[in-house]
């Protein structure tokens, strides 16, 4: 959060315009000032990131089934159901758990409209790949880039890939607008498409031709997205500071895979993920877990459950398809992650991590 007096001085206007939202003066400052932060020229703000990703789905009229994997927040999944298509589970890689490239093709049928991979943890996938086996069969990609705010790829900004790329702006999020996402796009005429749907399908004052929603970020939201702008670049600094406490406490220990950054191009360090192999570790997932909440220190199973196991699809979909992200899940816990966490708590995390094994 920036201080409390740097965000009264952003929104003291909005008490002499009386203008709070439906795209305002600050909803159109931080569209801009996104745009050049993220290196590009097509952007649109939503109320939150799974807003962009359903209305997304729908402005580039997807159909039939799209690629996906389990391995991600409920959101990615959701968006596609919710727009009444099929999921189509792939399998992830176990070097950095996003979309396995090699085994897209196979999942292709003649119902196959789109693929939506994940950028997961910040980890860019394998977009070369992606974009080639999309061009052969004629599909759309929206990328999931709900983690990698700011990063890039080969010298251009993340957002410049897929048909689509979204973000998610939420209050846990590397960057946050309170609740707030956005789509990034190659052709125009989506960003036309979002802006009506995310207005009711208003197109102009008599005419509303489309079946949209209500999904606009606010005056206050936007204001807020202003301020934490500002201070974002000092903010990822001071996470690349914990990372490198986290490694030089965790590198070298038996049965722990850590993330590795290095891949990335100015990664935003949002995550850090550790994979726990138990017969090498000598505890399991879940006993870290637990003996680190019984330290008050609250740690996340991210990605467990994969989505593929949810309640809401009992009986539709198989996590034995997709073996890797089942084992990955299991295995896998994300431990606390903030800019201004201290050495000294890193200490202790590695500590109570370490303990008892
Ligand atoms: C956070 C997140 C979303 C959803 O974003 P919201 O802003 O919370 O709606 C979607 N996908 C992934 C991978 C996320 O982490």
Redesign the pocket.
């Known amino acids: 959060m920036p201080t409390l007096s740097e965000y009264m001085e952003e929104i003291s206007d909005i008490w002499d315009s009386r203008w709070m939202t439906n795209m305002g003066y600050h909803y159109k400052k931080l569209t801009e000032e996104l745009e050049e932060y993220l290196k590009t020229e097509n952007l649109t703000l939503l109320v ?4 962009a ?1 359903e209305l997304s789905i729908q402005a580039l009229g997807l159909k039939g089934e799209v690629i996906t994997t389990p391995f ?2 409920a ?2 999944t959701h968006a596609i159901v919710r727009n009444g298509l099929e999921p189509v589970f792939c399998d992830i890689n176990a070097d950095d758990y996003t979309i396995d490239v090699t085994k897209i093709e196979k999942l292709i049928t003649d119902k196959t409209t789109a693929i939506l991979p ?1 950028h ?1 943890y910040g980890n860019i996938c394998d977009i070369e790949a992606i974009s080639d086996v999309a061009k052969k069969y004629g599909l759309k990609v929206i990328y ?1 880039a ?2 990698s705010f700011g990063e890039s790829y080969k010298g251009k900004g993340i957002a410049e890939y897929g048909d689509v790329s ?1 973000f ?3 209050a ?2 590397v960057f946050n607008t309170i ?3 956005a789509a990034a796009y190659k052709d125009a005429n989506i960003g036309a498409e979002l802006r009506k749907l995310m207005n009711f399908g208003i197109k102009d004052e008599e005419r509303i031709d489309g079946v949209g929603c209500n999904a606009k970020m606010n005056e206050f939201s936007a204001a807020m997205g202003v301020c934490n702008l500002r201070h974002v670049s000092v903010e990822i600094d001071k996470r690349k500071k914990v990372v490198e406490r986290y490694l030089e406490r965790l590198s070298g220990i038996k049965g722990l895979k850590l993330p590795n950054y290095s891949r990335i191009e100015n990664p935003n360090y949002g995550y850090f993920p550790v994979v726990i192999d138990e017969r090498y570790f000598g505890k399991n997932r879940n006993k870290v877990f637990d003996d680190l909440k019984n330290k008050n220190i609250y740690t996340r199973k991210y990605f467990y459950p994969l989505t593929n196991t949810f309640e809401c699809f009992r009986g539709k979909y198989n996590s034995k398809s997709t073996p890797v992200a089942e084992q990955i899940s299991q295995r896998v816990i994300c431990l606390p992650m903030y800019a201004d966490l201290n050495e000294a708590d890193i200490d202790r995390v590695a500590n109570a991590l370490l303990e008892g094994r």
């Not at 939150?48 to 807003?51: D, F, I, K, L, Q």
């Open positions: 939150n990131g799974h807003a990703l991600t927040f959101s990615t994940v997961v999931d709900a983690h979204i998610s702006f939420h846990t999020k609740e707030g996402g």
